[in-house]
Structure formats: C-alpha cells, structure tokens
C-alpha cells in the first residue's frame, strides 16, 4: 500500500537551534514529494517540493530536504530555528501513475522554545 | 493577487440542514480539490476537479456533492450536515494535475 510517515506527531527546539522534521513514504512508483507548513487558523503554504531532478531541494525560510531513495524518506531540515517557524509541517505524497493519489501525512507540529 | 477564495470562513450548521462553501480561484488553474483537516488526521481529500464539467471522488466523498460549471469555481455542498461533518475544510487549485497546490485559508464548519 502507498502511504506516508510523519515519524513524530510534536517536535520542540530551542530557537537558533537545527530543526529535523522527518518523513517517509513507501511507493511502488516514482512520486513527486511536498512539504507544506501551515501557520495557526491559516491555509497550507508550500515549503518545497521534489519531483525527480536535484536530490537535495531548498524551500523557502531557509528549509530544505533531501530525497533519499534507499531510505525512502524524504526529511525537512533547518539549520538554525526562529520563533516564526513555530507551526504544522505537512509531508504530502503525490504518486505519478495511473491512480494518482496524493497522500497527506498527519502533520508535525513545531514548538520553539525561546 | 487573490489566489484561492474561500467562503464563509466560518459557520455553524444544525443536523440536518444543508449548505454550500464556495471556492474560487482566479489564476486560470485546471484541477481544484476539496479536503477536510481533522486532528491527528492530515488532510483527506473529498473531491476533486480536473477541469470544467470534469468532477471525480477521493478519499471521504460520503455526504458532499461538488460541481464545476467554470474554471474559477468549485463549490462543496453539504446535502444534510451531519456532526461528522464538522471540520476544517480546505479548497486548492493547482495549475496542472502534478502540480503543486494552492490552498484557500479554509472554512471552519461546526454541525451541531
């Protein structure tokens, strides 16, 4: 079955802290790969997204993530944490074939901690 | 630049009666979808629209019923709300079907 992993429910760091959000997917077929961030009481606003060129994909405020095939995975990081990250971070798959699914993982909420 | 409008932003139904949350969006995209957010859940998709007078299931279509007579807009109608029903409802548009999505800010509906 196609599904994907958002591997801890809450993460907290302290500010100028590195931020690891992770995710794994499991897919027969090649997929297009999202991370969305949603802010409280507003929509998604796309982070990044990997659709089978540069392996390593930088987003925007700083984020990126690196497509690991081996690992299925495909991991948001941040190098240092400002209280404006505080959010939910979404992993969404999208699998590029007949059925075309998109898949949500259920959301990483971000704490920073002052 | 509007993006993806949604309305009402929130509202609060009685069991049983019946409403559409409008959705448009004025960059000229094909597919639009609707999802609800429920807590622990992610977001799970309704319906959604490949094009106008193109409409398909997704996920969780019980109880919803979506039409496209126009590019711009992509309503969600609630035939008889249910308390089940309540959620956080997202509409998105995307410029092509593997694209990435645009969401609205979403309407908050509670059914009681």
């Known amino acids: 079955a196609q599904s994907v992993t958002q591997l801890d429910s809450h993460v907290s760091v302290s500010e100028g802290t590195p931020v690891l959000l992770r995710c794994n997917y499991s897919?027969?077929?090649?997929?297009?790969l999202f991370w969305y961030v949603q802010h409280p009481n507003k929509g998604l606003q796309l982070l990044l997204k990997?659709?089978?060129?540069?392996?390593l994909v930088k987003g925007i405020n700083g984020f990126e993530a690196e497509f690991k095939k081996s690992e299925t995975s495909f991991h948001l990081t941040k190098p240092s944490a400002h209280m404006s990250d505080a959010a939910e971070y979404f992993c969404?798959?999208?699998?590029?074939?007949?059925?075309?699914?998109?898949?949500f993982g259920k959301g990483t909420r971000l704490h920073i901690l002052p | 630049n509007a993006g993806v409008t949604q309305t009402p932003k929130f509202q609060v139904l009685k069991t049983g009666q019946s409403m559409t949350l409008q959705c448009a969006q004025d960059?000229?995209?094909?597919?639009m979808s609707w999802y609800r957010q429920d807590p622990g859940m992610g977001l799970r998709l309704i319906h959604y629209?490949?094009?106008?007078?193109?409409?398909d299931q997704g996920e969780v279509p019980n109880g919803y019923n979506v039409s496209r007579s126009t590019t711009e807009d992509f309503p969600l109608r609630l035939l008889s709300a249910a308390p089940s029903q309540t959620s956080v409802y997202f509409c998105?548009?995307?410029?092509?079907?593997?694209?990435?999505?645009?969401f609205g800010q979403g309407t908050r509906l509670t059914v009681v």
């Open positions: 969404v798959v999208r699998l590029m074939n007949r059925d075309d699914k998109i898949i």
């Open positions: 897919s027969s077929y090649s997929p297009s």
């Open positions: 990997y659709t089978s060129a540069a392996t």
């Open positions: 960059m000229n995209h094909e597919y």
């Open positions: 629209s490949v094009g106008a007078g193109i409409t």
């Open positions: 998105a548009s995307n410029p092509s079907r593997y694209t990435e999505a645009f």
